[in-house]
């Protein structure tokens, strides 16, 4: 790469629709709460991408510590959102919801809409497991501050609560065995949802055709 090449040059754009198919990226080809997929995915795959990097090269530990974790949590912050919208639906609960960064009352209030007896039955300790690690990222970093920012609001400090050390390894294969989880959980909400309103379809269509 030459110098040029290296530094900012007058008239640069940022967004641009040129280029080859395989270098352009597409927005916004989900909208609504359904684009909470696309997000939530996105922010898995990248924390894989540097996860991997960092346990293959064996290297930039240190630094990418930081974007790993604020990934994978941003992940289960957006995953919970949607989870928690679609079993609202499933039981007709039309109460608004609040949006904040906490983990912790997200999954709370999912928990108690998916244990009800109109639910599937869900395996007790599948749930308790999960629950575990979204309780203990959600003490590690409450306000999705301590790892995009080495300070807060008022200027101190945002020291997770992890201690000193974070196994890069071990945070992702248990991050990759709860987004299995939860990934697996939104398909399944998802797909009740889908027959859900099929089934209600097919009740208004056989009340118009008795109406009339």
Same mark, same amino acid.
């Given at each position: 790469?030459?110098?040029?090449?290296?530094?900012?040059?007058?008239?640069?754009?940022?967004?641009?629709?040129?280029?080859?198919?395989?270098?352009?990226?597409?927005?916004?080809?989900?909208?609504?709460?359904?684009?909470?997929?696309?997000?939530?995915? #996105?922010?898995?795959?990248? $924390?894989?991408? !540097? %996860?991997?990097?960092?346990?293959?090269?064996?290297?930039? &530990?240190? @630094?990418?510590?930081?974007?790993?974790?604020?990934?994978?949590?941003?992940?289960?912050?957006?995953?919970?959102? #949607?989870?928690?919208?679609? $079993?609202?639906? !499933? %039981?007709?609960?039309?109460?608004?919801?609040?949006?904040? &960064?906490? @983990?912790?009352?997200?999954?709370?209030?999912?928990?108690?809409?998916?244990?009800?007896?109109?639910?599937?039955?869900?395996?007790?300790?599948?749930?308790?497991?999960?629950?575990?690690?979204?309780?203990?990222?959600?003490?590690?970093?409450?306000?999705?501050?301590?790892?995009?920012?080495?300070?807060?609001?008022?200027?101190?400090?945002?020291?997770?609560?992890?201690?000193?050390?974070?196994?890069?390894?071990?945070?992702?294969?248990?991050?990759?065995?709860?987004?299995?989880?939860?990934?697996?959980?939104?398909?399944?909400?998802?797909?009740?949802?889908?027959?859900?309103?099929?089934?209600?379809?097919?009740?208004?269509?056989?009340?118009?055709?008795?109406?009339?």
């Amino acid at each position: 790469m030459s110098s040029e090449d290296r530094w900012p040059r007058q008239g640069d754009r940022l967004f641009i629709s040129e280029g080859n198919w395989w270098e352009k990226a597409t927005l916004h080809w989900v909208q609504g709460w359904q684009a909470l997929e696309v997000y939530a995915t #996105g922010y898995r795959e990248a $924390a894989e991408l !540097l %996860s991997s990097h960092v346990l293959q090269t064996r290297g930039d &530990h240190d @630094l990418l510590v930081y974007p790993i974790v604020f990934l994978w949590r941003h992940y289960v912050e957006l995953r919970l959102k #949607g989870l928690l919208r679609t $079993a609202k639906q !499933l %039981s007709d609960d039309e109460s608004e919801m609040h949006l904040t &960064h906490g @983990l912790k009352d997200y999954w709370y209030k999912l928990r108690l809409l998916i244990e009800q007896p109109r639910f599937p039955s869900i395996d007790k300790s599948d749930l308790d497991a999960v629950e575990s690690v979204i309780y203990e990222l959600d003490s590690a970093d409450p306000s999705s501050f301590a790892f995009r920012y080495p300070f807060d609001r008022r200027g101190e400090p945002s020291k997770p609560n992890t201690g000193v050390y974070v196994d890069i390894r071990n945070f992702t294969d248990v991050m990759g065995r709860v987004s299995n989880f939860l990934d697996a959980l939104n398909d399944y909400l998802s797909e009740y949802l889908n027959i859900k309103w099929e089934l209600e379809l097919d009740m208004h269509n056989d009340y118009e055709d008795y109406d009339i």
